[in-house]
């Protein structure tokens, strides 16, 4: 087990396989092919994303935060699990406190009347408490690095309308199939994900500790 986890999976390949590592990189643009756009604007979070799925099986991101322009990033969709990861948080907590803060005194007021001042505070708060879930709320979809918990890219399911995500997720499962019907079965297919994933890391897309996470995930494959 120690000498495993001293393995450089850079370094490590397969007999056959050095050409067809090479073959697997992003095309060059001017042989892209755009088959599908769909963007996607956030008032809340101040960002727009477009995203680009060209050739089949890649992924092309490019965001704006405010003014400024967000690096491009090129997903090959050959390495990414066939399904998202779904995120669903629309803090009902919040919602369920600030309804109680609304009925519970309105209740006692009726039975035992006082003076009506104090109905402000509880209401006061129990607009606060909603405001906040509002603000809070999460839906969005991740999708992850094949054979890890490593998200590359996102698609939030409350910037657009729930038939857009829809299609459009169908669509980027549609590339991720494409391109993993082209894999080598087996250990074969580890120094293709590896170089991959190093490309992406290099590229700031990952960082180094989910890079190094996914390659010893690939290497117990």
Not at 17 to 38: A, C, H, K, T
Not at 152 to 158: E, K
Not at 172 to 190: H, K, N, S
């Amino acid at each position: 087990m120690e000498q495993a986890e001293n393995i450089d999976l850079d370094s490590w390949s397969l007999p056959g396989y050095g050409l067809q590592r090479q073959s697997w990189g992003v095309p060059p643009r001017d042989r892209w092919q755009v088959e599908n756009r769909f963007r996607q604007t956030s008032a809340r979070a101040r960002t727009s994303t477009l995203f680009k799925r060209f050739n089949g099986h890649y992924m092309v991101i490019r965001s704006h935060r405010g003014k400024k322009e967000l690096p491009e990033q090129i997903i090959d969709l050959t390495f990414v699990e066939p399904q998202p990861r779904e995120v669903k948080d629309y803090h009902y907590t919040l919602w369920f406190v600030a309804t109680c803060l609304l009925t519970i005194p309105a209740t006692v007021y009726s039975l035992v009347p006082f003076s009506p001042l104090w109905l402000g505070v509880p209401v006061v708060v129990a607009l606060m408490l909603m405001v906040a879930a509002v603000g809070l709320r999460r839906h969005h979809y991740d999708f992850l690095a094949l054979n890890s918990d490593v998200v590359l890219f996102r698609v939030d399911a409350l910037a657009s309308e729930q038939a857009k995500v829809a299609a459009f997720i169908e669509t980027v499962c549609d590339g991720i199939a494409r391109g993993q019907r082209e894999l080598p079965r087996g250990r074969q297919r580890v120094p293709l994900a590896v170089a991959e994933m190093r490309r992406l890391h290099q590229e700031r897309v990952i960082t180094g500790r989910q890079y190094e996470a996914i390659k010893k995930n690939w290497f117990t494959f």
